[in-house]
């Protein structure tokens, strides 16, 4: 096994969770540690995979995007799943696609400006995959919980 993350790692993760852009030695002075053990930290941690980088988060309603919809697509066949991801990828109102078990081959979750919007991503954009043999909508009306996940 690899690399566990131990409290102080915990801690450094749950202060950048709560500011991503505090400083590493404000952290340290925080933690009573030095600002090098901040930095070493928390580049192990990059390393070994559980930071995946810094992201910038914008607020899609903001930027005029109104609409979330979650998507269920159907294929008639799974073994076609890689041709329709990248099919997929190309499309920037997917901002998440996951393969998934259940009633469903991939479930996505789509942001648009409005719902002709999302009518027209529908029919000209998804509808037309031949791989795709259906698809099932769902509105999100409010998102109610949004967070990253919470350390112990």
């Known amino acids: 096994m690899g690399y566990e993350l131990d409290d102080l790692d ?7 969770q709560r500011d991503s852009r505090k400083p590493f030695q404000e952290i340290a002075r925080d933690l009573k540690v030095s600002g090098g053990t901040v930095h070493v930290r928390y580049n192990k941690m990059k390393e070994e995979g ?41 499309l920037p109102q997917i901002v998440e696609a996951h393969f998934t078990t259940g009633s469903y081959n991939l479930f996505l979750k789509v942001v648009e400006k409005s719902i002709p919007g999302l009518h ?23 998102m109610v919980i949004e967070r990253e996940i919470i350390l112990p």
């Open 50 to 90: 559980f930071i995946r980088g810094g992201r910038l988060a914008l607020d899609p309603q903001k930027l005029g995007y109104t609409v979330c919809a979650f998507i269920g697509i159907n294929l008639h066949n799974a073994r076609d799943v890689n041709k329709v991801i990248q099919d997929l990828s190309h």
């Open 120 to 142: 027209t991503f529908l029919a000209e954009n998804l509808q037309i995959i031949p791989e795709i043999q259906s698809t099932e909508t769902l509105l999100s009306l409010d």
């Open 10 to 16: 915990r801690k450094i993760v749950q202060e950048l």
